[in-house]
């Protein structure tokens, strides 16, 4: 039985080769045209496993192999943490690339903006502040693709800050649009843009690979926009959500 320095050890080890693959899938996003039958067979080796092994981590927290010490519970929660940025990683690819084809479904249905925020805020732990913590907020739109897009500005905006610095997500109403807010992290470089597509070479952990031109793809895909500035805090970024009612 491996000992928790050594669990540990492996957790880190994990998240580092996520991390590769990570900026191998940004590298071949760029070059879209030569991807389909690699996204096919990563999505079909990759899912399932995913959710498997999702479902045992599940059972280990509930207690199926007996109760949890506080380093056992401790580093259960980080490998779920690492389970959780790989099957992020997965989907993120698998929607580029659909978005790249034409072929990314938009099925907007009611849902609620707020419990959105609230569960990406909490994946993120205390470097993440929901400000102000809406009860309520019922749009018609695709709480899947608002979903992908919300993860990627905020996964942007903590790499770009310091390792324990947080970021905070307002969600506020203008007219019959929503909008979702990540403040925090570090000023951006003077003349940058939002981009449209994945650098050629990123390397792992490098800043932003697929994730921001996949949320302008997203936001131009719902009929929404994207926007970036400079705040006391660091950088912003924002993403509007139609379909607000009234």
């Known amino acids: 039985m491996l000992s928790p320095e050594e669990l540990l050890a492996r957790e880190r080890a994990l998240a580092a080769r996520v991390a590769e693959l990570e900026a191998a899938l940004a590298r071949t996003a760029a070059h879209p045209g030569g991807s389909e039958a690699f996204v096919a067979r990563l999505v079909h080796d990759l899912a399932v496993p995913l959710a498997g092994l999702g479902g045992f981590l599940e059972l280990l927290a509930r207690g199926a192999a007996g109760p949890l010490d506080e380093k056992q519970a401790a580093l259960l929660a980080q490998a779920r943490a690492v389970l959780e940025r790989l099957r992020r990683v997965v989907e993120r690819f698998h929607a580029w690339s659909r978005l790249q084809r034409g072929i990314l479904e938009h099925d907007p249905e009611p849902c609620d903006l707020a419990a959105l925020a609230?569960?990406?805020?909490a994946a993120r732990g205390p470097r993440v502040i929901l400000d102000p913590a809406a009860d309520a907020f019922p749009a018609v739109a695709d709480a899947h693709l608002i979903?992908?897009?919300?993860?990627?500005l905020l996964d942007n905006a903590l790499r770009l800050g310091a390792k324990e610095s947080a970021v905070s997500l307002s969600l506020t109403r203008e007219a019959a649009r929503a909008r979702l807010t990540v403040r925090g992290g570090a000023p951006l470089p003077a003349g940058w843009r939002w981009p449209a597509q994945p650098p050629e070479n990123p390397a792992p952990g490098?800043?932003?690979g697929i994730g921001l031109p996949l949320v302008k793809g997203i936001a131009a895909l719902i009929g929404g926009g994207v926007a970036w500035g400079r705040s006391a805090d660091g950088v912003e970024f924002s993403f509007t959500v139609p379909g607000i009612g009234e």
């Open 147 to 152: 979903a992908i897009a919300l993860h990627e």
């Open 118 to 121: 609230k569960n990406a805020a």
């Open 206 to 208: 490098a800043g932003p």
